[in-house]
Nanobody, 119 residues
């Protein structure tokens, strides 16, 4: 059973960089051919896909967030991370990490972590 757990600060100041880590257990992030996603849900809104990193380290980001987003991985610790720069209050959301067997389908999710952008 694959499990994902998000971690990181719950409060970030405007203009700073939001950094979250997803720790994966029960499966390796380098196993072919999985996609490891970041997704968020702002309050009162639907899910928004942020981007992914693949089993071989390739990345793809949402066009609307691409200029501020970076996803990286630490294979030795079986983790992948999200960095979102120049945050504003509009980046306040519950952030989820998830595994997908395709680019747009998810089979395992983390529980989510609330991130609030506020001074």
């Amino acid at each position: 059973q694959v499990q994902l757990q998000e971690s990181g600060p719950g409060l970030v100041k405007p203009s700073q960089t939001l950094s979250l880590t997803c720790t994966v257990s029960g499966g390796s992030i380098t196993t072919s051919y999985y996609y490891w996603h970041w997704i968020r849900q702002p309050p009162g809104k639907g899910l928004e896909w942020i981007g992914y990193i693949t089993y071989d380290g390739s990345t793809l980001y949402s066009p609307s967030l691409k200029s501020r987003t970076s996803i990286s991985r630490d294979t030795s610790n079986n983790q992948f991370s999200l960095h979102l720069s120049s945050v504003t209050p509009e980046d306040t959301a519950v952030y989820y990490c998830a595994r997908g067997s395709t680019q747009d389908q998810y089979d395992y999710w983390g529980q989510g972590t609330q991130v609030t952008v506020s001074s």
